[in-house]
């Protein structure tokens, strides 16, 4: 008999920028990716569900290349292992799963090298891959962060909500972070830039006190990213209108698309989402959990004969 420990990574979503707060604000949905994780010879992942079905299954995986990042940051080796992925977090739709995808890599070599880093620690590495600590942080620790991120140093401040439901829209086609980031400007202009941090200064002062009413009139005024990306989402506007007309307290861009998120009056969730639906037919449309917790790890010793 050979004694095997298991283990099990739970990653959640995340939704990023709220409008205004982008690359800085971010909270995390209740889709996860999972990991079952046991020593093996060689490294493989193994995908079980469908949005998972197309990712690399060897070396060239990206939870792979973050873990091992991680063990030679630390100048330590990274065992292999046999890796079982599932995920109901749709790729490339502005719901973070690169951001998920990252903190398992880290998640992997914490727990296969025995680093015992802390929340903050994952953060810090992981806003260093990422280049901004909106979607990573929230992911880590649960909740909505807000976040500053420089080469020098990582910055967060955590708020758990209480008080509001969710609901996202999630149209069929996949929009690339990437190529919704090439969208936008380079430069900004000072006036440009006052007023939009201004609005974004608001949103997180009515985040803290759960003004949830100023924080969606904030959401709506954004002037960093969502007017260049407006034209890939054709949705955003038709979602603002409509949740508007219903009473919900603001609607914005989840990430760089293509979601679209809604903040409604907390009970009301899933009467948004059944108003919504009929006429977005090519789109899921779900009331959805705040992720309260963040990545988690879970061990168990299995028997294998
Ligand atoms: N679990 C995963 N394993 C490997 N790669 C992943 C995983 N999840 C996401 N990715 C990679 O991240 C890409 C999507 O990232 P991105 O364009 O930033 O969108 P988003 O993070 O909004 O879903 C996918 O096309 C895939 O290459
Ligand atoms: N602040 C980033 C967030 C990207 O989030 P994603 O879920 O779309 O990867 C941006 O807006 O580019």
Known sequence: MLAMERFHITVPASTANLGPGFDSVGM???KYLELTVEPAERWS???LTQEVALIPQGTDNMMYEVAKHVADKFDVSLPSARVEV???IPLARGLGSSASAIIAG????NQLCELTLS?????????????HPDNVAPTVNGGIVVGCHTEAKTYTVSI???DVDVVVVIPNYELKTDDARNALPSQ???KGAVEASAVSNVLTGALLIEDWKTVGEMMEQDSFHEPYREQFVPELSFVRRKAKDFGAFGTALSGA????????????GEELAAALAPSLTHCLVESIQIDVNGVSVETATNEHA
């Open 28 to 30: 995390a949905l209740g």
């Open 45 to 47: 992942f193994v995908p």
């Open 86 to 88: 599932k995920s109901n």
């Open 106 to 109: 880290i998640e992997l070599a």
């Open 119 to 131: 929340n903050e620690e994952k953060i810090r590495i992981a806003s260093l891959l990422e280049g």
């Open 160 to 162: 758990v909500p209480k």
């Open 188 to 190: 900004f202009s000072f």
């Open 257 to 268: 698309g293509p979601t679209v998120l809604c903040l409604v009056e907390k009970g009301r």
